[in-house]
């Protein structure tokens, strides 16, 4: 065999093992927490639409640490699984699914943090402000009502696969890739004469 076939046939075995590597390491899932503006009236109205909520100072010291870090990575910050706090729900897709084919909308809805009256130690809460604007006049019960909603912050949770451009996700990727690449090569070796 002379040495353009021996390197051929070593690229194509190296792109089956390659092919393989995926299979052997699978992406892990993620648990996701996400604050975004949907807490949008006082904590009445939230109960009524089904979201749970939670006061700041009862969040366990892992809920309390997640909390702040997503509000510090602008809303979005995962973990992996088994990192999570107690006391959210992580469903996944099918999970959540589920639960509305079921009309338990509750299951699916937001936990909403009640922030502190002095939350200066807090970063700023993901929720618009609803109250009145510099300089436009409003009524008081207005304003207090905007100050109550501005109380509670809404956070998702849901266990999720990694984004595309997770280090998991591109490892695959590059995987695949450098197999495709190593087998069209070595077949060419093989192939030409």
């Known amino acids: 065999m002379n040495r353009r076939n021996t390197l051929g046939t070593a690229l194509a075995v190296l792109a089956v093992v390659l092919f393989t590597v995926p299979a052997f390491f699978p992406v892990q899932s993620v648990l996701v927490h996400e ?8 904590p009445e109205e939230l109960r009524e639409e089904g979201h749970e909520i ?4 009862n969040l366990s010291e892992r809920g309390q640490e997640l909390y ?4 510090e ?3 979005e910050y995962s973990v992996p699984l088994g990192e999570g706090a107690s006391e959210f729900d992580y469903l996944n897709a099918s999970e959540r699914r589920r639960a509305y084919e079921t009309d338990n909308r509750s299951a699916v809805r937001s936990v909403v943090i009640e922030r502190p009256e002095d939350d200066d130690h807090l970063p700023e809460a993901d929720e618009p402000n609803f109250g009145p604007r ?6 008081e019960g207005e ?9 509670y912050d809404a956070m998702d ?5 990694p984004p595309l451009g997770s280090t998991p996700q591109l490892i695959r990727l590059a995987s695949v890739l450098l ?13 030409s004469k």
């Open 143 to 151: 304003r207090q009502r905007a100050e109550v909603i501005q109380r």
């Open 54 to 57: 939670i006061a700041y100072e």
């Open 68 to 71: 702040v870090t997503t509000l």
């Open 35 to 42: 604050t975004w503006d949907s807490a949008t009236g006082p």
């Open 134 to 139: 510099p300089g436009e006049n409003a009524s």
């Open 157 to 161: 949770t849901a266990t999720e696969e």
């Open 179 to 191: 197999a495709v690449l190593s087998l069209g090569v070595g077949g060419y070796l093989l192939s």
């Open 73 to 75: 990575n602008d809303g």
